[in-house]
């Protein structure tokens, strides 16, 4: 069902936008218009009792331009956005014709085209830029924190990052929700307060952690990653991690790998290679004695785990032998599948490549076989999918994107 976007005739830094029906006019400084679709749903999709699109929604590209599917498959935003993000307390920040605007759920423009960048929201702002400086806009699209800044971090707990020029170089401190400066442009670095503290670290020191008033409350020497659930990994050195709390105690032991946040009560954690396992905030083991050759993180009440193609060694074919100036043996066949929140797993389905869900999504790669119509060979391709959480593929990506840079 279609509705009208009740929107004034109103101007923001000399560029206009009016909405009328399903359309919307933005006019330039130097008086072109432009109308486009502001009601970007597809045809007959419905909305629910809440006026949105049921369920998540995913970014995906459809010859070349982006839009949303939902855990069906079936695409429920328009194929229009050169560039299309994922969303985050009910909105995504899409690009249009070179600037960036906002849609909401029910698949509607609601803040127009009008930042050369945007972020996601987070407590009710999203951070912006315009002409060269950042800001703060709510979900209206109201300027809520004037555009000054050389760059912004999103809220948390009531505090966000901002960067200033001191000097010459970018200097980052804190303000509230009023845009008050609270604590001093001073750190070369600066992250989002987690648990009352924030990791920041100034020219030439090490990272430590400020409270909200801006006073250092751990300044050990080491590398230190930001809290989540009550705890911060802290790096003694190359292959040696331990969890500290807000006190700066040890309460875990030290591992030879670490997953540095904790998420659903858990994180990952190895002792020697192929032997990664989860264990919970106060270090002991999730899952009895299971471990696996490598895992990820929990969302969403799973994680991807990867196990040998043959559980039981004894049905494994002998390894082949070692080639010459060779020092470790080729590895045994392995693969990576999912588990629940109770250790077990939660399909038989195999994959090449397995990321955590989000939203009810999830990225995987597998690996097909492809014909040469000319010659008749084969070769071997990778493809990313995207997968709900009944574990089906319900999307092939058009692009590939190395693994590691998939969150």
């Known amino acids: ?118 972020k996601q929201f987070s407590e009710g702002k999203a951070a912006v830029k315009k002409d060269g400086k950042w800001g703060y806009i709510d979900s209206s699209g109201k300027v809520v924190i004037p555009f000054q800044f050389d760059d912004c971090g999103p809220f948390s707990e009531g505090r966000a990052a901002v960067a200033e020029t001191v000097d010459e170089n970018k200097r980052y401190g804190y303000i509230d929700e009023t845009g008050k400066k609270v604590i001093s442009c001073e750190y070369e670095a600066a992250d989002g307060f987690s648990g009352g503290l924030a990791r920041v670290s100034r020219p030439g020191e090490y990272y430590h952690f400020i409270d909200k008033n801006g006073k250092t409350v751990i300044s050990m020497r080491g590398m230190y990653y930001s809290f989540s659930e009550g705890l911060s990994m802290r790096e003694m050195k190359q292959y040696c991690y331990r969890f500290i709390n807000t006190s700066g105690q040890q309460v875990t032991k030290d591992y030879w790998y670490a997953y540095p946040y904790f998420r659903d009560g858990l994180t990952v954690v190895a002792d020697n290679y192929s032997q990664y396992y989860y264990i919970k905030p106060n270090g002991a083991k999730s899952f009895g004695d299971k471990t696996f050759v490598d895992a990820k993180p929990f969302s969403d009440g799973y994680a991807a785990v990867k196990i040998y193609k043959y559980q039981d060694r004894t049905q494994a074919p002998a390894a082949p032998p070692m080639r010459p100036g060779c020092y470790y043996p080729p590895p045994l066949p392995s693969y990576y599948t999912y588990i629940d929140n109770s250790g077990e797993y939660a399909t038989d389905k195999r994959f090449e490549e397995a990321g955590s869900f989000q939203d009810g999504f999830a990225v995987i790669e597998e690996r097909e076989e492809k014909i040469d119509p000319i010659t008749g060979r084969s070769t071997s391709v990778t493809k990313q999918k995207l997968i709900n959480k009944n574990f089906e593929i319900i999307w092939v990506f058009e692009d590939y994107v190395p693994f590691r840079y998939l969150r």
Do not use: C
Request: aromatic share 14%; hydrophobic share 45%; net charge negative.
């Open 1 to 118: 069902m279609k509705r009208t976007i009740a929107l004034a005739l109103v101007f923001v830094f000399l560029a206009a936008f009016a909405a009328s029906g399903d359309s919307l006019t933005v006019t330039t400084p130097g008086g072109a218009s432009v109308t486009f679709d502001a009601d970007l749903r597809s045809d007959g999709v419905e909305l629910d009792e809440n006026g949105e699109i049921p369920g998540s929604l995913y970014p995906v590209k459809e010859l070349g331009k982006y839009g949303y599917i939902n855990e069906q498959g079936i695409t429920v935003i328009k194929h229009v956005f050169s560039e299309a993000e994922r969303f985050h307390e009910g909105y995504a920040a899409v690009k249009f014709m070179g600037l960036y605007g906002y849609i909401n759920k029910a698949g509607w423009l609601v803040i127009p085209y009008l930042y050369d960048e945007a």
